[in-house]
């Protein structure tokens, strides 16, 4: 309850000096109505959804475009409280200096109609960015390609091409031709091997069984690999039992068959091509900072040799960093997700790439190096809370391996 009067209050604020910019700039009085009534059912649905609406910590659309809609206009108003309250200050500074020094009564002067244009024009393109995320960015999708050079790859493998997908959290999903349109999209890389870097739903293996037909199309010559990410162990929700959680679990692994995946869980498997072979080794979500280290490197690994060609699927990033590249086993390239660009930065090829999540993540999307080993970070094919995404698109990811060095 505390956490909703504080929510209510910081909301109010919030709500006022937004009301207050729009009552300045137009003098409509319908429209400062509208925008009452806007706040009120936006803070409302969000409170509803998130309290008594549904089920625990379930994440479904609903749910996920009342979060949007609240970030979106609360958006607006942070952009609009600094600037009027930065002109607050200085209307109560001058009515204070009217009543001290020239002695008459305390005068507040009004407010200036530019002012609030001004903050307004401004709040408008994040109002307008996170809107148009919900509704065209999150199903934008784009193929990103990278060659990648290794000096050891077996000769058999020179140009073998990869497509990496990860985080559908097929939870959130709410528009069936687009998942189809991406998911050709996927087959129409025409790679040799998929590969699938985890969360597959948010919390519970039924999120997927809509889908499942959808994602049981994805094909390639040497098969469909997955590993699990933190979502799919339905940690993030109550479970009337231990027994129920571990049921989701199973239950999303036989989806996972079902579908044709062949799930990594800590194990390898071995592609040969004329009597050459690399390694894919698959872990289970191994993460920092509170999430689950089910990840067994060693265990994974326990079949490969140590002069082989190896490819590991690990969903979160920092496994890589704490683990990987300092592993006595040379790891020539991880696959991990997970951080999905935070959904929302601005990425400008050759000038610009930047997000919050590196904040969190020093490895947080696309191709990195260290010590000689390589990790792509998956951007994401879905979304997850924020039901959209603004200049971190989802994205299908396709790595070619060449023999030889990158003499580019």
Same mark, same amino acid.
């Given at each position: 309850m505390v956490r909703w009067i504080i929510f209510i209050l910081i909301y109010s604020l919030f709500s006022f000096y937004g009301f207050q910019a729009v009552k300045t700039v137009t003098k409509v009085s319908w429209l400062h109505y509208?925008?009452?009534a806007i706040a009120i059912v936006i803070a409302g649905n969000f409170i509803y959804q998130f309290s008594i609406g549904s089920e625990g910590?379930?994440?479904?659309?609903?749910?996920?475009?009342a979060f949007g809609f609240l970030l979106a206009f609360m958006s607006l108003n942070l952009v609009i409280v600094p600037i009027l309250l930065g002109e607050d200050i200085v209307r109560v500074a001058l009515g204070l200096y009217d009543k001290l020094v020239t002695k008459d009564s305390f005068y507040l002067p009004s407010r200036r109609k530019f002012i609030s244009q001004i903050a307004l024009g401004l709040a408008a393109i994040p109002f307008s960015s996170l809107l148009y995320g919900m509704y065209k960015g999150k199903y934008r999708f784009r193929v990103l390609n990278y060659t990648l050079h290794f000096e050891d790859l077996p000769e058999a493998f020179d140009g073998y091409r990869i497509t990496q997908i990860s985080d559908i959290h097929s939870g959130s999903f709410d528009n069936h031709e687009k998942i189809e349109y991406g998911v050709n999209l996927i087959n129409?890389?025409?790679?040799?091997v998929i590969m699938f870097t985890?969360?597959?739903?948010?919390?519970?293996?039924? !999120?997927?069984?809509?889908?499942?037909?959808?994602f049981g199309t994805l094909k390639a010559k040497d098969g469909v690999f997955s590993v699990l990410g933190n979502h799919d162990y339905g940690d993030y929700v109550?479970?009337?039992s231990e027994a129920d959680k571990v049921k989701n679990l199973n239950d999303l692994k036989t989806i996972q068959r079902e579908m044709g995946y062949d799930l990594l869980l800590n194990e390898s498997r071995f592609l040969e091509?004329?009597?050459?072979r690399i390694a894919i080794v698959g872990v !289970?979500?191994?993460g920092k900072g509170g999430f689950k280290k089910a990840g067994d490197l060693k265990k994974a690994s326990q079949n490969v040799a140590a002069?082989?060609?190896?490819i590991l699927m690990s969903h979160d990033p920092s496994h890589w960093e704490e683990e990987v590249i300092k592993d006595d086993y040379h790891y020539h390239l991880t696959l991990s997700g997970h951080t999905h660009g935070m959904q929302f930065g601005i990425e400008i090829p050759g000038w610009i790439k930047w997000s919050p999540v590196k904040w969190r993540y020093k490895y947080w999307a696309g191709i990195y190096e260290e010590l000689g080993q390589y990790i792509n970070v998956n951007r994401g094919f879905g979304y997850l809370g924020y039901p959209g995404r603004v200049g971190i698109w989802p994205e299908v990811t396709v790595i070619t391996l060449k023999k030889g060095v990158n003499n580019a």
């Open positions: 509208l925008f009452i910590r379930v994440l479904n659309p609903s749910k996920s475009y129409e890389q025409e790679s040799d985890g969360d597959m739903v948010n919390n519970k293996a039924s !999120e997927m069984e809509p889908w499942k037909n959808v109550r479970w009337p091509r004329d009597g050459q !289970e979500n191994w002069d082989d060609f190896k």
